[in-house]
């Protein structure tokens, strides 16, 4: 996104034109459940959910996802039509030309390619319709090899070089970039975020070229060259809010490990605010910049009431005017925090079409599409048999901690050990202890009604199956 | 600061206008060193500093600090005509309106005045000129006790009330508050962000109208209700650099505890790129936002090279265009890293008149004059005999590490309990520990050539000694 697309876009001279209707030139996305469901055996996987039927489905017996992983859904309550969330999972070949001597740089597509072999697991919570997550797990894995493939030369180097064809240019190249500090990993990381703007793009193109609207949030674990990339678009809400979005954590004998980004509501809230605050053009005078505790009302004109402004992390006192009985642009708590009044994210993919409700306003400025990355250096640990990570979408951290995912987790695994099929099992058994069964081995019987998708990925002696290092 | 202010003065619709030169209608600041040091013994306080000699200097023994706090300074060596570091203190006294029932409102005046008392330290490192440290000496406090004098109805009170008047509009206002998790500590942290905001347009309004130029970083101690406060605004270089700016520490037996905020080179690139990247007219074409390991060059040019841009925390490759070669928004590394080729921070008070040499490229846009806030609840800790803040400027922390001030604070401390002076001594020890004398205690013999102002803050039974809670 250039600064000049974002006003274009955004930011006309004169009123805002009306919204135009969307114009479809392509088919919609079909709605689809994850290929790797394909024949297990619990219906046609793309048939839409059945509201009196909840089956827990994971792949069929025969089909191993990468490094044995387990997984398991549940379609939701009577929520949408759809199930909104959706999956996708494999190995990633990332092609290597060997770089040739600089006589012979013509003759570099002939050059022998090598490979660097990683994997991928993927969760999508959509909202507003399937399309988005539907595309999302369609393409980002795409996007990723695309953007891994363009630097792969720096991330075999012992350091990313300044130039990526090796020759230095400069004497003290080297020593620029080991100043900086910059290592293999931040190609991988700067690869994801790429990745994710790339998706945000195709999903912005298709949805409008087949007339559809929607968004999802993104939760990606990638393995490469022994270290495991967790990235995370779609964490953070605007407000203080703990633990209601897709989530990946690390679950080992002594520790229970998050691994998506941490959670940065004030980073989030403050970015948002800003914005509303260089371009008050994007609130057309609906809504407020300002964050109160509740939405004022007429009664508190004049009196002096708790706010903060975009450059704010404490809290201040102001005397209430006219204007601060707008909408807020950030309103409500927890669950219930909403961005412009509409959405309950502030990263994802998608939603370029998105307005508020019989307004003009756009609500995709506001929104970021790059993933927060958390890197888990495999290699560093001693591992054992049981060191799992578990990623899984809200439906399941509704209603379980951390802790009792980690305890689910310790008490099904060592009982388990000659069981092939046992990642698959707990990541089934995670689901059926969020249905409130009274055999559930938590016994607390609480009750998720949402879409569920959860994978278990087992770590232990990965480098050796995984092959390419 | 208004978005309608910042564009008529940073943005205005046609080519910028050349520069005004100053008019000083004010006489202009005059310079001095810290009130409390008048009578200290090495000569006029308020006469520049001779090169030849570098007394360290610490207020006379008859004028105690609050809380007995040591002081000492020194002047740099030959790098300014002035002593570009400033201090103050003081005692914080917050008038209280006792709140009278409703229908005595128009008396309220009339009500007897109660007062939270509180202290208050602050070092100030100057650049550009001594006029917007000393500034910033003179005018905090008074900008700190007004903010909290707006705020101190909901200090005093269990949890911040919606309303200031603790009239209840919303009968769940209580509700909204708490949970919005609003607490007294989050009003302290709002008024010591406004105060900096204010104390920075006063800076800017005087150094105006005195023809004078300049800014300074602030980091401030402020005891209140049984916490001590550090607000730190100068703190964050805009590249990864560890440990050369004004910095609190807690030192206690088995611990030693960074005060000031938590360095975030990071946050503070993306913020300053993403301006760029918003408002590129900032750059007037002179500069690149990109981040590169190194300054490119024709040589550079059709080559793919390492970069960076706002959104990434990663690494990538680009293709080198001419507008590349550009000189860059951020450049350099540690102490040499430069915001547009000019300036060392990017937080800090004044440098409001600021432009990149030979140009109209305004500095002040990118620069923040909001703190961040660290709270040390010190009611919570055991204190001992032996606990104290040391509160520097980065003329000590070039030379010393905290482990290393750590030491020296216990190796002094316990020796000396009976002299009623230890903590001046101690804080003239930790300047003469930075000379690089034979006899200095660290025998490691570094040497500081810059200004440095240290306090020694003790933290031992100041609940009763400072009374007013």
Known sequence: MSAGWFRRRFLPGGPLPAPRPPRPRASPVPYRRPRFLRGSGSGPADAPRR?????????????????????????????????????ACGQLCIGRCAFAAEEDQEWLTLCPEELLTGHYWALFDGHGGPAAAILAANTLHSCLRRQLEAVVEGMVATRPPMHLSGHCVCPSDPHFVEEKGIRAEDLVIGALESAFQECDEVIGRELEASGQVGGCTALVAVSLQGKLYVANAGDSRPLPFFGHLSRAILVRKDEVRPLSSEFTPETERQRIQQLAFVYPELLAGEFTRLEFPRRLKGDDLGQKVLFRDHHMRGWSYKCVEKSDLKYPLIHGQGRQARLL?????????????????????????????????????????ELQEEDVVVMATDGLWDVLSNEQ??????????????????????????IHSTQGKDDGPTGEGQVSYDDISVFVIPLHSQGQRSGGR
């Open 51 to 87: 509201p009196d039927a909840r089956p827990v489905r994971s792949p069929a017996r025969g089909r191993a996802l990468p490094w044995n992983a387990g997984y398991a859904e549940i379609i939701n309550a009577e929520k949408s039509e759809f199930n909104e969330d959706q999956a």
């Open 341 to 381: 009044g509409t959405l309950a994210v502030s990263r994802g993919l998608g939603d370029h079409q998105l307005r508020v409700l019989d307004t003009n306003i756009h609500l995709k400025p506001f929104l970021l599409s790059v993933p927060q990355v958390t890197v888990l250096d495999v290699d560093q640990l």
């Open 405 to 430: 995912v980690a305890r689910l987790v310790r008490s099904f695994l060592p009982g388990n050990r000659e069981d092939p099929h046992r990642f698959s099992e707990l990541a089934q058994m995670l």
